[in-house]
């Protein structure tokens, strides 16, 4: 079936350095989303691109949709301790049956103060 | 505003019972998803609706789960019989489209 990899699995940092964190897929996908999971609560989306090169920030986040459609990077710049938790990557595109959203594996950040 | 709400937040039962999770989707949403979560397969859709119709239901894993919308304020995702394999954090989401963008809290199912 459809895979997303997401890399790397973990990453400890020091607060105030920047992170980077991509998916990549065999499949073509119409729109990449970014997610931040904090325990014992669901995803909460962050940045979703829609435009193969689309470029878009929020905040000290910037997210940016791949030329091939089959990836995508995150950025978090200047990392505070609240941004401690799990990052996922998700593709979308048009399956059988209608569109279907897939989730990568996660990026679990861990920030030292 | 109220998020997509789920109940309960944690359930544990037998196997062989039925299970029965329950979501209310923010208002004015068109679109409901339900997906599980654990640690061996990540995140999964399992099911998700559009306007109470079921579009896509391929990620059901068997006969076992069901899933309904009756109308456009409630969703109800039922295992019956439950087993220990289908322990894991379910969640619903909902959305004005089909991305997947405001999820609940989850329902950690255990299942002895």
């Known amino acids: 079936g459809q895979q997303l990899n997401q890399s790397p699995q973990s990453m400890f940092i020091q607060e105030g350095e920047d992170v980077s964190m991509n998916c990549t897929s065999s499949?073509?996908?119409?729109?990449w989303l970014w997610y931040k999971q904090d325990p014992g609560e669901g995803p909460v989306l962050l940045i979703a691109?829609?435009?193969?090169?689309e470029l878009t920030s929020n905040g000290r986040l910037t997210a940016q949709f791949g030329i091939t459609r089959k990836d995508s990077f995150l950025n978090i710049s200047a990392s505070i301790p609240s941004d401690v938790g799990i990052y996922f990557c998700a593709g979308q595109g048009r399956r059988t049956g209608g569109f279907k959203t897939i989730f990568g594996a996660g990026t679990r950040l861990f920030v030292k103060a | 505003d109220a998020g997509v709400i789920q109940s309960p937040r944690h359930e544990v039962t037998e196997m062989g019972q039925e299970v029965t999770l329950r979501c209310k989707p923010i208002s004015g949403h068109d679109y409901l998803f339900w997906y599980r979560q654990t640690m061996m397969r990540g995140l999964e859709l399992l099911i998700y609706f559009n306007n109470n119709v079921p579009i896509d239901d391929s990620g059901m894993p068997e006969d076992r789960f069901s899933a309904k919308m009756p109308n456009a304020s409630f969703s109800t995702l039922k295992i019956q019989p439950s087993e220990p394999r289908d322990s894991a954090v379910y969640f619903c989401a909902s959305s004005f489209d089909n991305l997947p963008q405001h999820f609940g809290d989850g329902t950690r199912l255990s299942i002895l």
């Open positions: 691109l829609y435009k193969a090169g």
């Open positions: 499949s073509i996908f119409n729109t």
